[in-house]
Structure formats: structure tokens, C-alpha cells
């Protein structure tokens, strides 16, 4: 994937084509990307387990290596100047599609098997036990999202043999106006954001584990760790409910960037929940660290 992301970042440089909108190379360069974060901390997951390490190892290759095919599949298409998602033209095209569609159920049952793993395993750190566990199950809900895109639109159903069945963007057609850097429908929902939001869920709240403990020796409350790990599943929660409502506002068909006032309202509850959570987490502290059972 790193190899990968610079091949594609090198496209994006000297090759001119643009395919639904965006340059031809953007979709390898974030697709390489994401999948470099995600098996970079997925390969760190594995670490923490003391037991399961052989099953962990298989669902580990699992995970790589229909990554990997799943990419190779996507930059052929680029090579070709195709359209590797939802491309049923022709029936090359429709079995490339077919084949990425098989390896994306294999890598989502490979990450299923490491998330209850780490459920069912006793992890010494509590904290990032919880931490993983969550982020794991998070990610899991946020790469099924990716299923809710083969859905044929209504404008695909009306059409006999569509070329393209199934759509990144809801309530506007792929291809149009969209946001920087990203590509996100800027007109319309988009799965895309649920679906990139939910995946990367493994990086961050790991990493939020890994900050509150840096902190803990200048910060006395977060010293005890019976306060950070209230924090950590405060944060699993706010993350979460942001997960869904982001789902759901894309189903809905609404810009990111142009919600509505249930949507604002249910963000502001969001917020609201979650800076109360938040405070009753630090309060109540024990004036000096007190250790609290692993699991």
C-alpha cells in the first residue's frame, strides 16, 4: 500500500485523465492510503493479544491479502481508464466488480474474526482494551456501509442494462460538484462519509487512549485510570452516535456540509450528551491513582 500510494501519487502528477468527476488516480492514492492506516494499526491490534495469536495471524493475511487484490483490480481499471466501482458494461468490467465485491465480504469477515477476538480475549490494559474492542466493532459497521452503495438508484432501475449500478453519492447522481481533497458529493448525501468516518474509528480512539495516558503525569486526574477509561467509552459513544448520524443524513440525501435542522438538533444532542459525560468523567477522581482490574 505504500509503494502503492506513491505509484499513485505519481499519476495524479503526470496523468491528466478524470473519470466521474475526479482525476483517474485519486481513488488508487486514497484507497492505498486508507488501507495503510487501517493495516498498520490493525497489525498493532494483533499485538495485544496474548492468546489466539495463530487465528489472528490467519485473519490478519486474510485481511492483506484481499486488500491487496482489491487494489490490484482497481488500478488495472485506472490503467484501462475504467470505472472500477459499479461498472457493469461490459462483462469484463461487470466480473472485476463481482470479484472486488467477493474479496470486500472476505476482508470484512477477516475483520470480523480479529474484533471478536479481542472480545472474548483478555487484554492487561483495560483502557486500550475497551479502546480496540469498540474501534474495532465501529469499523466493522463502518466498512458494511460500503454495501449500502450497490443499491441501484431509481434513475438505474428505470434504465434497461445500466452501465453503472450502484452510487457512492444519494439524491444526486456520482460526478458532480464535490467537496476538496476528498471528492464527498457537495449537493447531495454521500456514503462515502459514514463510510470513511466509521472505518478509521481503529486509528483514532486507540491513539485518544495512547494521548490521555502521555498526559496522565501532568494531569492528576487522568492519572487514575478508572477516569480514563470513562473517557475512553465516552468517547466510543460520542463517536459512535456521530457514526450513525452521519449514516443517516447521507441516506437522507443532504450535503455534509448543508444539514438540516433535525440533523443540527441531533448533532447539538450529540455534543450536548457528550460534553456532560464528559465532565462527570473527570469529577469524582480519587486524589491518588488507584489501579483497577484488567480484563
Partial sequence: MGVLTLVSAIGLAVDGRVLVGVPIWSKPFKFSVSFLAYALSLAWVLTLLPKGRRVAWWAGTVVAVTGAGEMALITLQVIRGKQSHFNQATPFDNAVFQIMGGTVVVLWLGALTIAILLLRTRILD????????????????????????????????????????????????????????????????????????GMHALQLLPLLVLTLAALAPRFARLADERVRLRLTLTASAVYTATFALLTWQALRGQALLAPDGVTLAAAGAIAALGTTATALSLRGAPSSPSPIPSS
Fill in 126 to 197: 483495560l483502557t486500550m482494551a475497551w479502546a480496540v474492542r469498540l474501534s474495532s466493532l465501529i469499523a466493522l459497521a463502518g466498512a458494511a456501509v460500503g454495501f449500502l452503495m450497490v443499491r441501484p438508484t431509481p434513475e438505474q432501475l428505470a434504465q434497461d442494462n445500466a452501465p453503472v449500478v450502484g452510487a457512492h453519492a444519494v439524491g444526486v447522481p456520482d460526478g458532480g460538484p464535490s467537496l476538496p481533497l476528498t471528492g464527498w458529493a457537495e449537493t447531495g448525501g454521500d456514503l462515502r462519509i459514514p463510510h470513511f468516518f
